[in-house]
């Protein structure tokens, strides 16, 4: 286990000046339970702000504000700092869920919690903070910013199990100039005890899973109610068709429950997979076993966002198409010249199951994430 933390010298090359007033997104979670204790208890003035980002439209019972938000009341009173509640949800049905559903409406499979970082937590509620006197905006990220070439950089966490370095990568460099991450030097499991050790009520608290606005409610009723769904036929490699699927939208690229394929004449016990979205015929295309229609050794990103510089084209880096992948040796080149908002990337090894729509996260060999982008091609299939 790490010491406790008593002075953020001790884990972060970026040291806020010992007077600055520093704002705390807090969700009523332990995470920044934990990252406001931890600012507080180092002697800075700390304030927390808790943010609803969505008008529940529909049956109540899965969305969780009420509780999150007497969780972090809680949090506040027990360490002393004052809270302060604010509505985005207009600026996030504007900013973030209406690309949501243009994306599946394309057949994509979109990360909106990518987006609702750069768009509301360091720009709305950031705008929010400095405006209550805050000088920075701390979350319970497991990230670090720190310092390269005299610019705010943003780096992996060092629990390798939590880094949420990925959520982050399309800040702008004026965002993360204003950003602190007080548990990227930290593990979870040694979050977790200083809650415990401080009586924090969320130190047990379960972490909350999937998209933000969804909460528990299934994800086919939600889209339902915003996207008219149109079945179609599931086909495989061969084109024999071999079932009847809900709607593109539903189903993702390497998704292997929820197909309701079974019982097929002269097919093997191997389970099957989505291979490809043919959205032009409604088509659901599927394969079985670890099929080589699965794999890919090349993509197209746009969009792409840089915090620091953009990739040399031709050298080596690492990336990551999707949150908690493995980090994946590539080389990076720009098929349009003088723009570098969009890139083509070779894999040393194929890629399985990427995804449009999905972002892709550029690190450098020290764990520096350099940006990324909106994954919007897959080339060279098979291994």
């Not at 040291?15 to 704002?23: E, G, L, Q, T, V």
């Not at 990337?345 to 995804?355: D, L, M, S």
């Amino acid at each position: 286990m790490r010491q406790e933390m008593s002075n953020l010298s001790h884990f972060q090359a970026f040291i806020p000046d010992k007077n600055a007033c520093i704002a705390v997104g807090m969700s009523g979670g332990v995470d920044s339970s934990v990252s406001a204790y931890l600012l507080k208890q180092a002697g800075y003035k700390v304030f927390g702000i808790f943010m609803k980002n969505w008008e529940e439209l529909f049956d109540t019972g899965y969305c969780s504000v009420a509780e999150d938000l007497q969780d972090a009341k809680d949090i506040c009173d027990a360490i002393g700092i004052k809270l302060h509640t604010v509505n985005f949800a207009q600026e996030y049905r504007e900013k973030v869920f209406s690309l949501f559903l243009e994306e599946y409406k394309k057949g994509r499979t979109p990360n909106p919690d990518v987006l609702c970082n750069r768009e509301i937590k360091f720009a709305q509620m950031l705008d929010y903070a400095l405006d209550l006197g805050a000088d920075f905006l701390a979350t319970g990220h497991y990230a670090r910013r720190l310092q390269w070439e005299n610019t705010a950089a943003l780096y992996k966490g060092m629990d390798k199990n939590k880094d949420q370095s990925y959520f982050l990568q399309q800040l702008t460099q004026n965002q993360l100039k204003r950003a602190i991450f007080p548990l990227g030097e930290l593990e979870k499991t040694y979050v977790r005890k200083i809650a415990e050790e401080q009586k924090l009520s969320t130190f047990d608290k379960k972490d909350s899973t999937g998209i933000c606005f969804i909460g528990e409610r299934p994800f086919r009723e939600f889209l339902e109610g915003f996207l008219p769904a149109q079945k179609g036929l599931i086909k495989t490699l061969d084109g024999e068709i071999i079932g009847e699927h809900f709607g593109l939208m539903f189903y993702t690229i390497g998704q292997r429950k929820g197909l309701g394929i079974g019982g097929i004449k002269n097919a093997s016990d191997e389970p099957w997979f989505v291979a490809e979205k043919d959205l032009e015929n409604n088509v659901l295309i599927v394969c079985q076993g670890d099929n080589d229609a699965l794999y890919h050794r090349e993509l197209s990103a746009e969009n792409c966002s840089w915090l620091n510089e953009n990739p040399l084209a031709g050298g080596k880096y690492f990336a990551q198409t999707r949150y908690r992948q493995a980090d994946q040796i590539c080389h990076i080149s720009y098929p349009e010249k003088d723009n570098i908002n969009k890139i083509k990337v070779i894999f040393e090894a194929p890629q399985r199951a990427i995804t449009l729509g999905q972002y892709l996260a550029v690190y450098d060999e020290e764990g520096r994430c350099l940006g990324g982008g909106i994954i919007s091609e897959r080339n060279k299939i098979g291994r």
